[in-house]
Nanobody
Framework: QVQLVESGGGLVQAGGSLRLSCAAS????????MGWFRQAPGKERDFVAS????????NYADSVKGRFTISRDNAKNTVFLQMNSLNPEDTAVYYC??????????????????WGQGTQVTVSS
């Protein structure tokens, strides 16, 4: 059974930074594109960023472009999301997910087969 476990969430002031991690157990991490999504209270789960299997290609939602950076370490089966210049609109539960089918990582939820349990990020004003 593949497991994805997120960590690194927390409470931060506006303008601050957080680094999320997502560690995968079992499965073949290096063959998956990986994505980060987020869900604010009362809203749908939205795409944040994705990274290709090798890390060569990265894609970002417009709302986080220039502030967030996705990266991965295939030797450690881990994907990261560095979040800078956070603002209250970034408050959400953040989920990592694994896409077995795509080389570069989809923006669509339904493309992702495995999901973590989520980590809460709260940005105070």
């Amino acid at each position: 059974q593949v497991q994805l476990v997120e960590s690194g969430g927390g409470l931060v002031q506006a303008g601050g930074s957080l680094r999320l991690s997502c560690a995968a157990s079992r499965g073949t991490f290096s063959t998956w594109a990986m994505g980060w999504f987020r869900q604010a209270p009362g809203k749908e789960r939205d795409f944040v960023a994705s990274i290709s299997r090798t890390g060569a290609y990265r894609n970002y939602a417009d709302s986080v472009k220039g502030r967030f950076t996705i990266s991965r370490d295939n030797a450690k089966n881990t994907v990261f999301l560095q979040m800078n210049s956070l603002n209250p609109e970034d408050t959400a539960v953040y989920y990592c997910a694994a896409d077995e089918s795509s080389l570069i990582g989809s923006t669509l939820l339904r493309a992702y087969k495995y999901w973590g349990q989520g980590t809460q990020v709260t940005v105070s004003s």
